[in-house]
T-cell receptor, first 114, second 115 residues
């Protein structure tokens, strides 16, 4: 069956360090992969999208990689700040009919200590 | 644009009652999604619409759940009768049309508690 795995344990890092979050998937051939941020009591907010034919995408302090052979995406936040503390969700598209629908991982909570 | 607007923000109801959740998508968006989030199961897609037409309702848990989109600016998710296990945060999201603009814009969610 299709499965998306994110580290369920919280990631604690010191301010200024690089945070790296992992998203692994099985039995998917996604056309694209997206990362979202979710704060408590709020809806997820889109951060970055990377397509199946792209290896890496950057936006300011954020970087996403996508390895369709390993079936893995890495999400990096450089020079992390306490304001980056949140839960980060990866989401994969389906293929074929219904590809606009996203399936989300369970998320990884990031805590950046000042 | 005010973003995706959901109402109510909180709903507490008794088991067996009918519950209706409402959503106003971002104007001009072609896709509307209903998700449910719980601690145990995470964020699950229930149903989505394209140009007001339901495309995939395979995530709707059972016949007690129904969703409608009578026009481009309004959608409802109805649970009848509600049960305690339906307690969750329900999110509505919308997305532009076109192959490249695939990000979803989420509302603030409706926290449903069925007692």
């Amino acid at each position: 069956s299709q499965k998306i795995e994110q580290n369920s344990e919280a990631l604690n890092i010191q301010e200024g360090k690089t945070a790296t979050l992992t998203c692994n998937y099985t039995n998917y051939s996604p056309a694209y992969l997206q990362w979202y941020r979710q704060d408590p009591g709020r809806g997820p907010v889109f951060l970055l999208l990377i397509r199946e034919n792209e290896k890496e995408k950057r936006k300011e302090r954020l970087k996403v990689t996508f390895d369709t052979t390993l079936k893995q995406s890495l999400f990096h936040i450089t020079a992390s700040q306490p304001a980056d503390s949140a839960t980060y969700l990866c989401a994969l598209s389906k293929t074929g009919t219904g590809r606009r629908a996203l399936t989300f991982g369970s998320g990884t909570r990031l805590q950046v200590q000042p | 644009d005010a973003g995706v607007i959901q109402s109510p923000r909180h709903e507490v109801t008794e088991m067996g009652q009918e519950v209706t959740l409402r959503c106003k998508p971002i104007s001009g968006h072609d896709y509307l999604f209903w998700y449910r989030q719980t601690m145990m199961r995470g964020l699950e897609l229930l149903i989505y619409f394209n140009n007001n037409v339901p495309i995939d309702d395979s995530g709707m848990p059972e016949d007690r759940f129904s969703a409608k989109m009578p026009n481009a600016s309004f959608s409802t998710l109805k649970i009848q009768p509600s049960e305690p296990r339906d307690s969750a945060v329900y999110f509505c999201a919308s997305s532009p049309g076109g192959a490249r603009n695939t990000e979803a814009f989420f509302g603030q969610g409706t926290r449903l508690t069925v007692v």
